[in-house]
């Protein structure tokens, strides 16, 4: 990568596939709210690893929001916002100006429904 941006990150491909096989099974046979937060979760990490959150990011947020329109005043939102500035923290301040909008944004959209629980 370009001097001062973040290496991306290598995801094994077969241990990705192995989680998300659990998260959908989980996901099918017993949902809560951390298994189907799990699956949006990974979709973000694997875009970050690829350097494509600000492409994902809309159907990220899409995502978040048909759970969040299940359980929207969870007080869960607030650990997903905790992880998700964790993980984007690196982006934030080193990423390219159009992944750290996007992270960025990510974040606002995530706090806004913090915001709206409390």
Request: hydrophobic letters at 40%.
């Amino acid at each position: 990568p370009p001097k001062g941006q973040p290496k991306a990150a290598h995801l094994d491909p077969e241990q990705l596939a192995s989680l998300r096989q659990v998260l959908i099974v989980k996901t099918r046979d017993d949902p809560d709210f951390w298994s189907v937060v799990g699956l949006t979760e990974l979709r973000m990490y694997e875009s970050l690893a690829a350097g494509r959150l600000s492409q994902e990011r809309a159907g990220i947020e899409l995502d978040y929001d048909a759970l969040r329109a299940r359980m929207p005043s969870a007080p869960k939102w607030k650990s997903v916002l905790d992880q998700v500035t964790f993980v984007l923290a690196g982006t934030l301040t080193r990423g390219s100006p159009s992944e750290r909008e996007a992270a960025a944004g990510l974040i606002a959209h995530l706090q806004a429904y913090v915001d709206a629980s409390d």
